[in-house]
């Protein structure tokens, strides 16, 4: 069996202890032994980090250019087999893994442009003959805590514009999808950069993701993941003077008016709801539908739910991949009970499907006839779970859109632009799609949400420099 090391000021360091990492749509494929870190390797990646900060910080911006365009380069010409290896360790299906590691080879080319792209100001002084510069520093040391449900994409978006900005990095992934992060470091670690610029630490949250938090050294840490664990980390965070970036939850609902394109509709709940498996922060997981169409929708939305093809995520024929992992799955099927003991109509899946092996295999859940107090309706599944809730009209549409504690991504379907106009400016979310799935956002611009879903400065776009950097305000007296 293979094994895969961390990566630590520029070496490949072996670790006491390493774990397997299983594919979820056959439990008998283990992809390869990770290695889970300790403490002291935590410690040894942020020295590493703090060393090379100094020598990256200093880096032209034609450096850093170079290497993020080698990097995105290595990415697109290896996004197959990337691709393969991605829907094999979290269970995606394959063009959706393929689709993800373009998604960040393109992050590292944007974030290769903006190293050029990074100025400053200059201001006269309210004194005579006195100028005022205002310019961007890197922060230093930045701390990356990455979830499970996009194993490239996230580590990218995340790693691209902290060195873009000239600042080192140690990130510690998900246990569950190493492999990815692992292969993009491999890439990064030909790329150029000064040892110890880009450290990879595998392991677990408790043992790596505390150190990091806890590290005086490391100037900022960006994080996506559960709403617990972030808010937990930004205490531990801001209570020493770090800057914190959360990336958490979303209850995302998409609105369908009497006056929508009923396919477009359809189409846009079905691919929000339940593509990816449902494990994406953006997903639509309510649906919140007005009652001239709601009858034409749910038959339409059932048919479609019900024809989802679950299946291996490396099968051609799969729509709908694995849940990750077991402790996924067993909470998905609990929010099944709990909906139903609550009184929601379950119209189609909910249950385990049988897929000729052995894997997590959940067929999606659609609920309907559910209200919006229900705990399917105020919790984040993070599954193939989705539920319909019925409205009178727009207003309560809107109300019941944005009576949740998230605020990522709000949608609605209609072909009227009073509304969508009135829609996108007072729908309480970082993100507002109209006539467009919750889920699927382009990768040049901000991405993050209000309330409960996030916190800090925004991620992805030119946007991102504001967490990357710390500015600097220099006063000039011509004498
Ligand atoms: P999920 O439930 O989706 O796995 P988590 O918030 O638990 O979400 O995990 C997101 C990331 O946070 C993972 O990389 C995980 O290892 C890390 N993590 C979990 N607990 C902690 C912790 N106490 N401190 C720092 N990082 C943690």
């Not at 770090?242 to 006056?259: A, S, Y």
């Not at 099944?336 to 897929?355: N, S």
């Not at 109300?399 to 009135?422: H, M, P, Q, W």
């Not at 305000?473 to 011509?478: E, F, G, K």
Request: charged residues 25%; glycine residues 10%; hydrophobic residues 40%.
């Amino acid at each position: 069996m293979d094994k895969f090391d961390n990566y630590i000021g520029g070496q490949w360091v072996a670790a006491d202890k390493y774990v397997e990492n299983i594919n979820p749509s056959d439990l008998s494929d283990v992809i390869g032994l990770y290695a889970s870190a300790s403490k002291e390797q935590a410690h040894e990646a942020i020295d590493a980090a703090e060393k090379a900060s100094e020598v990256w910080g200093a880096s032209t911006p034609q450096d850093r250019f170079n290497a993020l365009d080698k990097i995105a380069t290595e990415i697109f010409e290896r996004a197959a087999e990337l691709g393969e290896l991605l829907a094999r360790e979290e269970g995606k299906t394959q063009p959706e893994a393929t689709g993800e590691v373009m998604r960040a080879g393109q992050i590292f080319k944007f974030f290769a442009g903006e190293a050029l792209r990074l100025t400053g100001e200059l201001v006269d002084s309210v004194r005579p003959e006195v100028d005022v510069e205002i310019t961007r520093e890197p922060v230093g040391v930045i701390g990356l805590i990455t979830p499970w449900n996009f194993p490239i994409a996230i580590p990218a978006w995340k790693i691209a514009p902290a060195i873009a900005y000239g600042n080192s990095v140690v990130i510690k992934p998900a246990e569950l999808v190493s492999g990815s992060a692992w292969a993009l470091t491999e890439i990064i670690s030909r790329a150029g950069l000064p040892d110890g610029t880009v450290n990879l630490v595998m392991g677990s949250g408790r043992v790596v993701g505390e150190e990091i938090v806890a590290s005086e050294k490391v100037g900022a840490v960006s994080f996506t993941g559960s709403v617990g664990t972030g808010e937990m980390i930004r205490n531990k965070v801001v209570a020493r003077g770090g800057k914190i970036q959360l990336e958490m939850g979303g209850k995302n609902p998409l609105v369908v008016l009497d006056d929508a394109d009923l396919d477009t509709a359809v189409n846009c709940a079905v691919q929000g709801a339940f593509y990816s498996t449902g494990q994406r922060c953006t997903a639509s997981s309510r649906i919140i539908v007005t009652e001239g169409i709601y009858d034409r929708f749910i038959e339409k939305i059932s048919a479609e739910t019900e024809a989802l093809r679950v299946g291996d995520a490396r099968d051609a024929n799969t729509q709908i991949g694995p849940v990750v992992d077991e402790a996924q799955f067993n909470i998905d099927m609990n929010y099944v009970e709990i909906a139903l003991k609550e009184g929601a109509k379950l119209v189609c899946g909910g249950t385990k499907a049988d897929c000729g092996k052995e894997g997590y295999y959940m067929k999606p859940a659609l609920f309907i006839d559910t209200t919006p107090e229900m705990t399917i309706n105020k919790e984040e599944v993070f599954g193939p779970v989705a539920s319909v809730i019925k409205v009178k009209d727009y207003e309560e549409a809107l109300k019941v859109a944005n009576d949740t504690e998230f605020g990522l991504s709000s949608g609605i379907c209609t072909k009227s632009l009073k509304y969508s106009r009135d829609f996108k400016r007072r729908a309480k979310a970082g993100m507002v799609m109209v006539n467009l799935p919750t889920a699927g956002v382009d990768y040049h611009v901000p991405f993050g949400g209000r309330k409960g879903s996030s916190y800090g400065n925004r991620e992805q776009g030119s946007y991102a420099k504001e967490f990357y950097t710390i500015v600097k305000t220099s006063y000039i007296w011509a004498q």
